[in-house]
């Protein structure tokens, strides 16, 4: 054996040894329970109330929890925990706290790929179960955020020559800050107009932007702006949807050039005419907008320049006038060739004839003071101004003596000039009729001042109206109907009210509000008049809302008009017919006629039409029962018996009328009352032909034997009463009978022998009139049955007995009396008993010993009827043979 010795090992040695042996005697549970970190997952959706359960670390990690000590769980992070979860220390299940997890809150910078969890260490405890649980709760999205534009007004500009199917971005899309489906899935337009169209592209991060696309021609000059609603909606169940307002600007472009309203002036101007003058306005217009209607008057190169000089054309207004002095002598008409130019166009041509009147005199000259406002030859006057309203004063000038003037219009419009009062040459400009921006927005006049001579002035007056606040918007309906479906979407859009005002600028700015007695579940977006209704409707809860929109302008002092709104909810099936009881009982007397009407079974249908008509049916039991579809009335066929079957139990549905139909179930329980249609049946003695033998030596109290009977009916009508009606043989009083339980008891000493037959009635209880039954009990007294023969043939002779039948009376027994009529002499009878029992007593004595011997040696037996219930006192009874008992 070769023993080697490694370098160094003498020193390490010993030391890896020490920590060998403390490894092997140090407590082994530090090393035993180290395991490594298991990691458990849970999902649950965000938004859950507090106590919502999470899951169960004990349960997922199979832990045995009948070990003891018991296991024990704790959270590392307590301030984490608290906040989202909360963890049974003694079972390890994870209930959501009192704070709501929101997705978009716990992970705001989530991009959309990654999920959203929060992280816990769990402890299991104590030492030796030792476990380090790492649980990561991961939050799944709910559809609980709207879709939301950036901005509540969306501008877009579409120059109004743009090809058909251009496209044109709307920039600020929605934002949604749920997930997937839950986020924004498609965009649609309230009103496309005819000429939009909305298209929606996904770019390579799944980002949805819509684009305008325009499907027809515009024209700016014809339509300016359209404004309608961007609708964004999500994909959730139901829906939620983001609204912004759509402003689509048409754009101008040079499309249009400028055009005279007259293509052709004819103007008089007198010869001493001053300097001034104003001789014509040629007017143009472009529909263009901006920099592209900008329209400059000029000269054509055909008129001349002194011409040019001598008349002065104002470049933006077009105004002509006088500018120097004329010399009738040298010329008498001019024509001028005005030209109005706009950018990029061929300009409009119009021609001003001016024709020179040579005056010897000079023609009058016309002074004007104007009244209401002016600026630049034009006159301004509110369309609110009263009838009458004057504008301007003229001052006629410049007359010889012995001249007249006469002062006149030319030109339509609601105005006239005449002299003022009593002053000499003061001409009046007034209004003679009221004034309407909406109707005519100015008038151009000539006031022509013409003296005796026939000289001729004229000055040119234009008057514009200006427009007040004198119209309220007007609906297109005064009264709207709208129909709805109940259990509509929450946000359904309903109609879009139309009101215009004829106002100019802002006073023909139109607004839209409910009234006040709109329920708050209407929503009217003041712009568009679009109406909504924010959460679902219900028909049976109200089926018609009745209130009133206002349409209000902008103008001092506002005006508005009002429309009634009628919204009807019109009826889904979503009811189930209901039974007004949970179920039904009906009781009913046996016996009762067929087709007999039972019971009516109420039910009712919170929907109307069809959706409410309720239709009856029997599920079980249709051989025998029958039900009205209509009125729901329940009836039997036949008569029903109870002894038969006393209880029906039936199953009725009702079916409504609706697509798909909906259906309640009730249960009917019929109850059968009893009728006293059952008199009692005797079951014990079995027939009048029966008999039992009864010793003479029977002390008195010994039940003898006892009639049993039964009555199928139930309560009183089955109450059974005993009671001797008749007897024949017996002593008076020598039996009774329990009126209760039938029972036969011999009452006195048996003094006779042979036969005795007692008549026993059985009655009910039964109203109106108790029913009963009788039956014959035969007791043969004497010590033996020898001659059977003879016993029946007293017994066929019994049957002959008349039945005295007396009213029973509950409680009462009482014993047919013995008919004093049958002996004529009560001492004879006396006798003749006295004499018999003598012989009797005798007779028996003797006849008892030979018996007696010759039952011992002999055992003869004698057939007898066998009694339902015998007490042990009096007999008994074995294989029909008869079998006497002594009482001693």
């Not at 002894?643 to 199953?651: M, P």
């Amino acid at each position: 054996m070769v023993n080697r010795k490694l370098p160094g090992l003498g020193k390490r040695g010993g030391l890896w040894g020490f920590f060998i042996l403390l490894l092997y005697t140090g407590p082994p549970s530090c090393f035993a329970t180290f395991s490594q970190a298991k990691e458990l997952i849970y999902r649950i959706k965000e938004g859950l109330p507090k106590g919502t359960f999470v899951g169960a670390i004990g349960v997922d990690l199979h832990l045995d929890f009948t070990v003891d000590p018991p296991y024990l769980f704790s959270v590392a992070q307590r301030r984490l925990s608290e906040q989202y979860v909360t963890l049974n220390n003694l079972t390890g299940e994870f209930f959501t706290s009192a704070t709501e997890i929101d997705r978009e809150t716990l992970c705001p910078h989530n991009p959309n790929k990654h999920g959203c969890f929060f992280s816990l260490d769990v402890f299991v405890l104590p030492q030796q179960y030792f476990q380090l649980i790492k649980v990561k709760v991961i939050i799944e999205d709910v559809n609980d955020n709207r879709p939301k534009f950036p901005v509540d007004e969306i501008v877009i500009s579409i120059p109004e020559n743009t090809a058909v199917n251009a496209r044109y971005a709307v920039e600020q899309s929605a934002v949604d800050p749920d997930l997937g489906l839950h986020g924004v899935q498609t965009y649609w337009l309230v009103n496309d107009f005819g000429v939009f169209t909305l298209d929606v592209e996904e770019n390579e991060g799944g980002e949805l932007t819509p684009f305008v696309i325009v499907t027809d021609s515009l024209d700016r000059e014809t339509r300016a702006e359209y404004v309608t609603d961007i609708i964004a909606e999500d994909g959730g169940t139901p829906p939620l949807l983001g609204a912004a307002t759509l402003k689509i600007l048409v754009l101008d472009v040079n499309d249009n050039c400028p055009r005279f309203i007259q293509s052709h002036l004819n103007v008089t101007l007198h010869g001493n005419s001053t300097k001034g003058t104003h001789l014509a306005r040629p007017h143009a217009f472009d529909p263009d907008l901006g920099a592209n209607a900008q329209i400059s008057y000029a000269y054509s190169e055909r008129v001349p320049r002194e011409t040019r000089s001598l008349f002065h054309l104002d470049r933006t207004t077009g105004l002509i006038k006088l500018a120097g002095k004329i010399d009738t002598a040298t010329a008498t008409f001019y024509k001028l060739t005005v030209l109005a130019n706009g950018p990029g166009c061929i300009p409009a041509v119009a021609t001003v004839a001016v024709r020179l009147v040579k005056v010897q005199t000079g023609p009058p000259e016309v002074i004007p003071r104007y009244i209401a406002q002016e600026k630049d030859g034009v006159l301004t006057i509110r369309e609110s101004e009263p009838v009458y309203s004057p504008i301007a004063f003229f001052t006629v000038k410049n007359l010889q003596d012995g001249q007249s003037v006469d002062c006149y219009l030319e030109g339509s419009g609601p105005f006239r000039i005449g002299p003022y009062q009593l002053a000499k040459d003061e001409y009046l400009l007034e209004t003679t009729e009221p004034l309407d921006y909406e109707t005519t927005r100015g008038y151009e006049l000539m006031v022509v001042a013409e003296n005796s001579q026939g000289l001729v002035i004229k000055t040119f007056l234009k008057v514009e109206i200006l427009d007040e606040n004198d119209n309220a918007p007007v609906f297109q309906q005064s009264f709207v109907e709208i129909s709805v479906d109940e259990n509509n979407a929450p946000n359904t859009y309903l109609t879009q009210l139309h009101a215009t005002d004829q106002d100019s600028e802002a006073r023909g700015e139109v607004t839209f509000l409910l009234g006040g007695d709109a329920p708050g579940i209407f929503v009217l977006d003041q712009v568009t008049g679009i109406l909504s209704v924010t959460t679902s409707l219900d028909r049976e809860e109200k089926e018609t809302y009745r209130f009133i929109v206002r349409a209000v302008d902008r103008g001092i002092p506002r005006r508005e008009s009002i429309a009634t709104v009628v919204v009807t909810v019109q009826d889904r099936n979503d009811n189930s017919p209901r039974f007004i009881n949970k179920d039904f009982t009906f009781f009913v007397p046996e016996n009762f006629p067929g087709y007999g009407e039972i019971g009516v079974l109420s039910v009712t249908d919170a929907d109307v039409g069809e959706n409410g008509w309720v239709a009856l049916s029997i599920l079980n039991g249709s051989d025998i029962f029958l039900i009205d579809t209509g009125r729901g009335t329940l009836r039997a066929k036949v008569s029903l018996d109870r002894e038969q079957q006393g209880t029906y139990q039936l199953w009725i549905e009702a079916v409504d009328g609706g697509q798909p139909a909906l259906s309640s179930v009730t249960m009917v329980t019929v109850l059968l009352l009893d009728v006293n249609d059952n008199p009692p049946i005797v079951l014990f003695p079995q027939s009048n032909q029966s008999y039992m033998l009864v010793l003479p030596n029977t002390l008195p109290g010994t039940s003898i034997t006892e009639v049993y009977a039964v009555d199928n009916d139930t309560g009183m009508n089955a109450v059974i009463a005993y009671s001797i009606i008749k007897r024949k043989g017996a002593e008076p009083g020598s039996f009774s009978i329990d009126p209760e339980t039938g029972n036969i008891t011999l009452e006195r000493e048996l003094s006779n022998r042979g036969l005795h037959s007692l008549l026993v009635k059985v009655s009910d209880h039964g109203q109106p009139e108790p029913l009963y039954s009788t039956v014959m009990v035969n007791l043969f007294v004497n010590e033996t049955v020898s001659n059977e023969s003879y016993i029946q043939s007293l017994l066929s002779r019994e049957n002959d007995i008349e039945i005295e039948d007396k009213p029973w009376q509950i409680g009462q027994f009482q014993e047919v009396p013995e008919r004093k009529d049958t002996f004529p002499c009560k001492a004879v009878l006396v006798a003749l008993s006295v004499t018999c029992a003598g012989l009797f007593f005798s007779l028996v004595t003797m006849t008892a010993c030979i018996c007696c011997k010759r039952f011992q040696k002999q055992k003869t037996k004698s057939e007898v009827e066998l009694p339902l219930k015998m007490k042990t006192d009096s007999m008994q009874v074995k294989n029909g043979k008869l079998r006497h008992v002594s009482n001693i």
